[in-house]
């Protein structure tokens, strides 16, 4: 089992930056691929970033070039850093875990077994 713990999230003006990070605990994420979703109000929840265990990183087109995942096996964090945030970029976004060795990461939410609970962004114009 992998618990996840989100934070960082807030209320940001466009063009500003947050940093997300995701705490686990229960087992060592290092041979772990994790990702980075997000659900808006009245859609689907979406893949934003994914890094595999040994590195490789993917990231959804609208988020490429403003958004960096890293990870920190010593640490068993995974964060991703926001810059030049947009209005549409509001929602929560989830951490999660994939246990299986994918490389690159999966863009698939039925891909990933453990979900933290979330923390809200929120960009305004």
Do not use: H
Not at 10 to 28: E, T
Not at 36 to 47: D, H, I, L, Y
Not at 58 to 66: I, L, M, P, Q, T
Request: charged share 20%; with cysteine; hydrophobic share 30%.
């Amino acid at each position: 089992q992998v618990q996840l713990v989100e934070s960082g999230g807030g209320l940001v003006q466009a063009g500003g930056s947050l940093r997300l990070s995701c705490a686990a605990s229960g087992r060592a994420i290092r041979t772990t691929a994790m990702g980075w979703f997000r659900q808006a109000p009245g859609k689907e929840r979406e893949f934003v970033a994914g890094i595999s265990y040994g590195g490789s990183t993917r990231y959804v087109d609208s988020v490429k070039g403003r958004f960096t995942i890293s990870r920190d096996n010593a640490k068993n964090t995974v964060n991703l850093q926001m810059n030049s945030l947009k209005p549409e970029d509001t929602a929560i976004y989830y951490c999660a875990a994939d246990p299986g060795l994918r490389m690159p990461p999966s863009d698939q939410a039925t891909s990933y077994d453990y979900w933290g609970q979330g923390t809200q962004v929120t960009v305004s114009s």
